[in-house]
């Protein structure tokens, strides 16, 4: 790492890293959900990604860039429910969704804690995971990394990971891509040969033994792990002046 912009925050750090999912992605379906990948989202559409489509978090298609919680300035298209869950199943979207629990393989759950049959916590619900992991890339954000949500084994698989798609066979298999998990440690993959999860950067001011110790599985970290990359000069003022100008990152990941 430069340390030419040491000003920079872990929020802004995470914002980065969320944007870098979509980077050369084309023109598809950016659907990110929480806070920080909403701000990435948009980072990359003013910058290395102009071709995605960004959606009003509702059924609007937008052609500019509002900041965060205020309303879009231009509408190019109507995108109603069932035009996007097309828009899934043929794959021209990429999501990045919260994580209850996700384990080494990228299974994730968001519908229940505990037990099936009589659960300490209902969340969520399943919801469109299985066809998004299915169908399109999706990555993963999770602001808060502990060995509550990187657990060992997940109590209900919502999102499919890598083991339980291989062994569904080709038809699961055929369009699955888990491309990133992003928290508010580091960025992870899965590009190992048995297809876990691998520590790909640290965010600056963490540590592998940081990492580890918030991690409920053995996570594969190579001889040396790189930082998550700096924002530039002008993505740190797009996203303080332009993009979320109240500061709504920092709320989500404190510094």
């Not at 995470?14 to 959900?33: F, I, T």
């Not at 066979?169 to 928290?183: E, F």
């Not at 996570?219 to 700096?230: M, N, S």
């Amino acid at each position: 790492m430069s340390g030419t912009l040491t000003n920079a925050t872990r929020a802004e750090y995470c914002v980065v890293a969320c944007a870098e999912a979509w980077r050369s992605a084309g023109e598809v379906l950016a659907s990110p959900m929480g806070t920080v990948p909403m701000i990435g989202a948009r980072l990359a559409k003013l910058t290395f990604s102009p071709d995605l489509l960004l959606t009003d978090g509702e059924a609007l298609l937008i052609a500019d860039v509002p900041a965060v919680g205020a309303a879009p300035g231009v509408v190019e298209g109507w995108l109603p429910y069932r035009q996007h869950l097309a828009m899934v199943a043929t794959g021209r979207r990429h999501v990045m969704m919260g994580a209850s629990q996700l384990d080494r393989y990228g299974n994730q759950n968001i519908s229940c804690i505990g037990d099936w049959a009589r659960p300490k916590r209902q969340l969520l619900g399943v919801r469109g995971a299985p066809v998004n992991t299915l169908n399109n890339p999706t990555s993963y954000w999770v602001p808060k990394h502990s060995t509550r949500v990187f657990v060992e084994r997940v109590d209900m698989v919502s999102g499919v990971g890598y083991d339980r798609a291989a062994a569904a066979g080709p038809s699961a298999t055929r369009y699955h891509r888990l491309p990133d998990v992003i928290s508010d440690l580091g960025v992870f993959d899965f590009e190992t040969p048995d297809r876990t999860m691998r520590l790909r950067s640290l965010h600056p001011g963490v540590t592998v033994e940081e990492v580890l110790a918030a991690t409920g599985f053995a996570l594969t970290v190579p001889d040396e792990v790189p930082y998550t990359r700096e924002p530039t000069a002008e993505e740190l003022r797009l996203i303080r002046e332009e993009i979320d100008p109240k500061g709504l990152r920092d709320r989500e990941v404190p510094s």
